[in-house]
């Protein structure tokens, strides 16, 4: 028995789905928009703390979106190579199941 391997292109699909749909909800809620006025905080100290940990977790999730994008994009291009693969094999097995001409490659010689 093979030790090989099997991949479930649905799944493989779904998680490149699901990655991608987490940058477009990262991109529509922006950590820009939690960042409010000294007044919003009652403090203007509290407000300046505040606005500079938006700034620093801004760039954070500006490059967590862009390592995502490549997860997504990886994903995707597994996902079609395993895909062309498998449409590549089962028509090459078709091709010989069908084939009309020649001895019957499972037919035995004894």
């Excluded at 203007?44 to 938006?54: E, K, Q, T």
């Excluded at 999730?61 to 449409?87: C, G, P």
Aim: charged share 20%.
């Amino acid at each position: 028995m093979s030790d090989g391997f099997e991949v479930d292109l649905t799944s493989l699909v779904r998680a490149a789905e699901g990655v991608s749909g987490v940058i477009t909800d990262m991109t529509y809620h922006q950590v820009s928009d939690i960042d409010g006025s000294g007044a919003d905080y009652g403090n203007g100290d509290l407000a300046s703390v505040m606005s500079d940990f938006c700034d620093r977790w801004n760039i954070g999730v500006t490059n967590l979106i862009k390592d995502v994008q490549q997860v997504a994009t990886r994903l995707t291009d597994s996902a079609d190579t395993y895909a062309k693969a498998e449409h590549a094999n089962v028509s090459m097995l078709n091709g010989i199941l069908e084939r009309h001409t020649g001895t019957d490659p499972a037919a035995s010689s004894w």
